[in-house]
């Protein structure tokens, strides 16, 4: 057996010991969160904020880390995907394009205008608005999945914009990144545009039928598990193809999980071992999100102040704007919808660190920027737990 | 959502594209093996050395796959421990001293010999000995596990054998790796062995029994699946705290999955979740075993015939050696002891790296005891399902 691994294998045994600290540390915040009636993903990337950088210096991110963190979200939105029928979503769809739109825009030019009027150039004013469009919808899908809404009217439109946000927003991070490093390939961004569409299209029309047919044809193979096991390999397949068409990979892994959605609901067992391999893994995708965070930052109070300026207009921004797009079907999902659009989570920090290499930025506005990611993906999860308590009416409904 | 994976991270969807294809490798190659009433873990095995470093070139071993394996590898042994009861063990346990003693002797100086014949230094003939002594349990209990014989009498004593096979093979590593760096420290030598085994005592004596009163408390926690997680995260830490000791990490882990062996027999819920997370990684281990072999090192016909004598003997005296030790349980129970010892796996490529680091042993030394540990571990497993199919007599039986 291993035992070399103790003698020889020492960082082996180092990033074993790591993975075993993010775990527990987010396992013990998560209850120490459910006992106080707060959301359990709160605790872990606070959990993540404690055990990292930051404080207790226990584990910092890595490339291990990121790894992890990505597979866990990648499986977490397929997890949520395998929950959606294409259909529910279709029938959401005008709406949820007008959220994503409204919910893009305003934040956008929120962010442009604030920089400006903290005397930032036009390049950083737009990689700040840019920073602020991203959605982490995985951060929203966390805290409704476990409450049992993930069908109800607004999950759905937040489900479907956030699949459109995403297109816009590489979109306009494409636009604004080209724009820094020179002239900018219109066709080339039509051509991701493009490729975008028809690729999401193309999963969710031809995917499931596909799938409905050929699961019982998998299912006859000699292999254990085998249907499982292809889901997971045709999940990864397809989060991949999604990152180099353009779209982000956990899209990917969304409309791979509604393709299958169909074919899970008759197979419990299926989904019992997706959600071993979910519970597993999502920890790390918190975790990490708290590990990003280096209270150094804060050393500057007017990086505080400048953070604060941004998080506030931030949340603001997607409440309005993607608020606003919901409007009409009364106070409560407006509140909903507005609320669950505005975690930036990992998606906000991954564009301050293109910003960051590019030279675009410097190194007090990732830093609140990253304030920002965290803080809006903090903020929102209690206010959803107590929007979307008692709801059971708003089940099912179109 | 993380759109910005495609455009900035993308070293990020390079590694999601390594885990696609090692995933969809191991699991065509599997359903191929299995097709031909071969053991599908050695489809997945040349999996590996198909899409790794020696043949197309698509994926080479990294941290990250390295980290994978292990955790795979970990989670093998937990699900493997948690269907094994203590008592079990126990009963077998002389027997499996005995076969872990002459397991570990034989092959160790006949390795010595070979290459004293080879007119190696007595320091490189100790190096090759130790490398022959590792067993890497995970191959057999992959094999055996789907055919539903863990239970069985021998692959209790293999199970068992295969635990004290590490503590003994523990000593030798650190005995000749010390004698390879300067004066052997005799008292730390003794101190680590001491630790091991009442490390090893006090998991399973104490967990057991701790592990069955705790748990319905941990159940009564208020997160979601609690008693998985709590399970998953114990193994880790068993795991780490294993390693430390200088016992290996997936000796912790099995005797994690021991300690949960009753608690888990009444929750089918949290085995098929074990299950997800099992079959996920599984395939990692296994690939990344055939990653690691370059065929490069064929370039060189001595190298060939070296390796072909080394592998020989490696299983010859693992037949022989553990064989002897199952004396009087019939041939084909003395088979199926002897050839379940036999994969060398990616312990033995352990073994030659440390060599290899302490400039003890040379590249083509090296690349025989990688071929000798692959070998080994792609022979043995047509071989024990052959001695183990209709072996249902076997089951249970004290």
């Known amino acids: 057996m291993t035992y070399f691994l103790a003698a020889a294998n020492e960082g082996g045994t180092r990033v074993l010991l790591a993975l075993f600290l993010m775990l527990a540390a987010a396992k ?26 930051s404080l207790f210096r226990l584990v910092s991110p890595s490339e291990i880390t990121n790894t992890l963190a990505e597979i866990g979200v990648i499986f977490l939105l397929f997890t949520v995907g395998l929950e959606t029928k294409p259909a529910s979503i279709f029938g959401v769809g005008k709406r949820a394009l007008v959220v994503a739109i409204l919910g893009v825009v305003t934040p956008f030019l929120a962010g442009w205008l604030l920089m400006k009027a903290y005397g930032g150039t036009g390049i950083e004013a737009m990689f700040i ?28 439109i937040i489900l479907g914009a956030a699949v459109i946000d995403d297109i816009l927003g590489l979109m306009i991070l494409a636009f604004v990144s080209s724009l820094a490093s020179g002239p900018v390939n219109y066709l080339s961004l039509i051509t991701t545009a493009v490729l975008a569409v028809v690729f999401t299209a193309f999963v969710v029309l031809i995917g499931a039928p596909v ?48 393709a299958f959605a169909e074919v899970a609901e008759e197979r419990p067992t299926m989904h ?19 590990m990003q ?106």
Chains 1, 2 share one sequence.
């Open 272 to 290: 019992k071992q997706m959600s071993g391999v979910t519970e597993f893994l999502v920890p790390f995708f918190l975790v990490n999100i708290g």
């Open 28 to 53: 013990i915040m998560a209850e120490l969160f459910e006992r106080m009636r707060q959301p359990a993903v709160v605790g872990e990337i606070l959990a993540g904020i404690l055990i990292g950088p």
């Open 129 to 156: 608005g840019t920073a602020m469009v991203a959605t982490s919808v995985g951060i929203t899908a966390r805290v409704l999945s476990p409450m049992g809404v993930l069908n109800s009217l607004t999950s759905r």
């Open 211 to 258: 799938v409905k047919r050929v699961a019982p044809r998998i299912e006859n193979l000699r292999g254990s598990q085998v249907l499982f096991i292809s889901a997971i390999t045709l999940c990864l397949g397809i989060s991949v193809t999604a990152a180099y068409i353009g779209v982000a990979a956990i899209v990917g892994a969304f409309l791979a999980g509604m």
């Open 293 to 398: 965070l280096n209270l150094e930052t804060f050393r500057d109070i007017s990086v505080i102040v400048f953070a604060g300026w941004v998080t506030l207009i931030a949340v603001l921004t997607k409440l309005v704007g993607c608020g606003l797009g919901a409007w009409g079907l009364g106070w409560r999902r407006v509140g909903q919808v507005g609320m669950g659009m505005v975690p930036r989570g990992e998606v906000g920090i991954v564009v301050a660190q293109i910003g960051l290499g590019m030279a675009v930025i410097n190194d007090s506005l990732y830093g609140a920027v990253l304030v920002m990611a965290v803080a809006t993906t903090l903020i929102a999860p209690p206010f959803l737990r107590v929007l979307f308590t008692s709801e059971k009416g708003n089940k099912a409904t179109a």
